[in-house]
């Protein structure tokens, strides 16, 4: 599983990223699942798809950020 970079998720739209952290979640509870089984075969894609989730909301705080400040001025 491929790490996404911080300029690939910038250049989604708002909808897109909050499909792509509704479907990564949906994946880590597939994962966390597999783990308690001892059926998970990667144990590094749970950090890896834990970190890409951050990194799409860190991206939609920093627009509601920018946006509430062009908003103030």
């Known amino acids: 599983m491929k790490s996404l970079r ?3 998720i910038r250049g989604h739209g ?3 990223l909050k499909r792509m952290i509704a479907e990564n979640e ?3 509870v597939a994962l966390n699942f597999q783990k ?3 059926h998970l075969d990667k144990p ?3 950090s890896t798809l834990r ?7 860190t991206v ?3 627009r509601a950020t ?3 400040a062009a908003i103030k001025k």
């Open 51 to 57: 970190r890409d989730i951050a990194r799409i909301k």
């Open 14 to 16: 708002e909808k897109d």
């Open 60 to 62: 939609l705080r920093e």
């Open 44 to 46: 590094a894609q749970i």
């Open 6 to 8: 911080t300029t690939e």
């Open 36 to 38: 308690i089984t001892g």
């Open 66 to 68: 920018e946006a509430s």
């Open 26 to 28: 949906a994946r880590m």
